[in-house]
């Protein structure tokens, strides 16, 4: 017998062989390299099984494996094929006994799906044009695939873009003049993101003056094909105008024929107003520039003079714009943040004080306290993220740290996660920075909590490591590893590779800043350590912390005096209306107040206010947040006085400063404030106002 060599082009892809009986799996594999095929062999059913993936190219069986066999396992993996994937099956069949003269061929016919049949004894050539024709189906299914992965990750970055340019898509049907819209659309159209719009509503809702501008744009659309770029004004439902920007294309079928149109909106209202407010200010500008340069003529002052004035009006208008825009985004976000300090430290502080002879709950709290702080911390050091944090590395009891932190790791991972912890029963310490290790072990439990979406076990773990060399850039030398296992969804390589990239996330849009895994790789760094992920999907994600060992001891931790906090002023409590639109902070601070021995009614608005104010009830004091919807607390101090011409009044703010034109004679609390302050403001507004 002559055997003619046949090859194909070198593939990854491997034909699978499963024919334990005689020589049939050796020669079919022979075959198969010999033509340039990687050929690998199972040698029973089970192990077939196992073997089977998505890099199978095909798979070549014997029929009397399959006659006498439970094959449950193999259709179960058939049925559950990728839908891109149908792996083609080379069935090798009895002398005599090929499909057409055999039913069973048609039951294995039914269950394999893609089948060819070769009937031993097989010729070389006919065997491998069988297996070819199988790689080219297989090829072609790979290209699916590929296509599929190409048109998912398409959807995927256009979506994005959509959503990072606040853009609402659309499609206008030709045939049918039916709107199919996104739900960001909708909004952009002042409706709600699960109502209905059709075409003649959107009409409806333009404004009288641009209806005629737009359906001419839109004819010409239809009938031309011309590109739609047009901004016109919306009325929605509450009367307000909106400038909206429409863009889109007309298009085409194979044929073709027009068949839709596709487009985009977004609201430029806000665009076009700064655009107004800058015009605006120009001509300002332009006209004291103008009048200036009268005056200096009018004085026989030099030209190049007039020039220089110009020119100095203009930066400083310029300076002037971008001193305000950073002044209100800083402000902004240090009152975010107080009023979110004010919230968690309020109700720590009392906290503190009801568990003050509990050791136990006071360790817990000051804990809590210290990690609200490294909370301001860390947000401060975001601000301005492209600086280094400042670490203060000293010999840690590492051990002991991971013990401290079991409670607030389970209360951070919730009731459906459990934690197991494993600390050997003697460490040795190393060069760390406790607080920010303590932020990293809650960062990777949190990660590893979010990885498990029906719940399960986060496993934390310290052992010391003995590195002789390494190649990953850590120094030889001793080591502690901490280690975060989950048993969660897990990451594939290219995830992983990225994950501890900056702003990198898995998470949903607003879920995550995907700077939690960065920070931790920047700590391992600077401790001269580093930062090691392992992950397989679906079993799950091992992080773990390398730290070098010390040769010094830890410091012994010392005590905190506590102060206690005071009991109710002196004198008699009085009756205080106090308002905050923040429901966390106004819990809080009235239960600071009843603890100091106050009668308190709360409110959460402006308007609430005045009608308790109004109504038959008596206040000796107001005290109100001053940024509030609505009606915010300067206006609230103008109309309570109107009222009650008398009422003490304290404002709370977690501005620096109150805005400019707030003179009324009202007493000021900086947020965040502890109870002794709050118990001095109220005392001093008090006495003042006798």
């Known amino acids: 017998m002559v055997r003619r060599k046949i090859t194909i ?57 399959l006659r006498f066999t439970d094959l449950r396992h193999i259709s179960t993996w058939i049925e559950n094929q990728p839908s891109w994937s149908d792996l083609p099956f080379i069935v090798l ?91 960001a659309c909708r909004t952009i159209f002042g409706r709600g993101t699960g109502d209905a719009l059709s075409f003649d509503e959107l009409l409806e809702s333009v404004h009288p003056e641009d209806v005629s501008r737009l359906n001419q744009a839109i004819d010409a659309t239809k009938r031309a094909g011309a590109d739609l770029a047009i901004e016109y004004r919306l009325v929605w439902s509450d009367c307000s105008v909106h400038w909206i920007e429409m863009r889109a294309q007309q298009y085409k079928d194979k044929s073709g024929q027009a068949t839709k149109i596709v487009g985009v909106s977004a609201d430029v209202t806000a665009r076009l107003e700064a655009e107004e407010q800058q015009r ?18 009018q004085a026989h002052a030099i030209v ?50 009801r568990f003050a002879n509990d050791d136990k709950a006071t360790r817990l709290i000051d804990g809590a306290m210290k990690g609200a702080q490294r909370g301001a911390s860390l947000t401060q050091r975001l601000l301005a993220f492209s600086r280094k944090q400042d670490l203060k590395v000293a010999p840690v009891n590492i051990g002991d740290l991971v013990m401290g932190m079991e409670d607030m790791l389970r209360r951070s991972v919730g009731s459906t996660v459990t934690v197991t912890t494993s600390v050997p029963e003697y460490l040795p310490p190393v060069l760390a920075d406790a607080n920010q290790v303590e932020l990293a072990l809650l960062n990777l439990a949190v990660n590893a909590r979010d990885a498990m979406f029906e719940g399960g076990t986060i496993r934390v773990e310290l052992q010391t490591a003995e590195l002789v060399s390494t190649d990953d850039g850590l120094s030889p030398g001793s080591y502690v590893v901490l280690s975060v296992a989950d048993n969660g969804s897990g990451m594939d390589k290219a995830t992983l590779a990225k994950a501890a990239e900056p702003f990198f996330s898995t998470k949903e849009l607003g879920k995550g800043t995907g700077l939690g895994l960065s920070m931790i790789h920047g700590l391992a760094l600077q401790l001269k350590g580093r930062l090691r992920l392992e992950s397989v999907v679906g ?88 940024s509030m919807p609505g009606m915010n607390g300067g206006e609230l101090a103008t109309a309570a006085r109107q009222t009650i011409s008398n009422l003490p009044i304290l404002i709370a703010s977690g501005y620096a400063d109150l805005p400019p034109g707030v003179s009324l004679d009202v007493a000021r609390l900086a947020k965040p404030y502890s109870q002794d302050q709050l118990a001095s403001a109220i005392s001093k507004v008090m006495s003042s106002s006798q």
């Open 304 to 353: 190049l003079d007039e020039v220089s004035q110009r020119e100095r009006a203009e930066e400083q208008l310029r300076q002037s714009q971008k001193m305000e825009a950073i002044g209100q985004l800083t402000g902004g976000v240090a009152h975010d943040f107080n009023n979110l300090l004010m919230a968690v430290l309020g109700n720590l502080e009392l906290l503190r004080k």
């Open 9 to 65: 082009p070198n593939t990854n892809a491997t034909g699978l062989i499963c024919a334990p009986l005689g020589r049939d799996a050796q020669i079919a594999a022979a075959l198969l390299t010999e033509a340039g095929i990687r050929a690998k062999t199972a040698p029973d059913l089970s192990e077939f099984v196992s073997s089977l993936n998505d890099d199978i190219a095909f798979a070549v069986i014997t029929e009397e494996i």
């Open 280 to 297: 605006q200010l120009n001509e300002l500008l332009e006209q004291r520039v103008e009048e200036r340069t009268r005056a200096l003529e």
């Open 539 to 626: 079993t799950g994600t091992t992080a773990e912390l390398w730290i070098p060992v010390s040769d010094a001891l830890p410091l012994a931790a010392t005590q905190e005096d506590t102060v206690p906090m005071p009991g109710v002023e002196a004198g008699k409590p009085i009756r205080i209306l106090f308002v905050d639109d923040d429901a966390l902070i106004a819990m809080s601070s009235t239960d600071m107040l009843l603890d100091l021995g106050h009668d308190v009614v709360e409110v959460h608005s402006g308007e609430e206010a005045l009608q308790e104010l109004h109504g038959d009830s008596t206040f000796d004091l107001l005290i109100t947040d001053y």
């Open 93 to 183: 069949t009895a002398r005599g006994a090929g499909p057409e003269r055999n039913p069973q061929a048609a039951r294995l016919s039914e269950m394999l799906g893609n089948v060819s049949f070769v009937e031993r004894p097989f010729h070389p050539t006919t065997f491998i044009s069988v297996a070819k024709s199988a790689l080219r189906g297989r090829r072609r299914q790979y290209e699916a695939r590929q296509r599929l992965i190409d048109l998912n990750e398409g959807e995927r970055r256009l979506q994005t873009a959509l959503d990072a340019g606040r853009l609402g898509a659309w499609e206008l049907d030709l045939d049918t003049n039916v709107l199919t819209s996104s739900p």
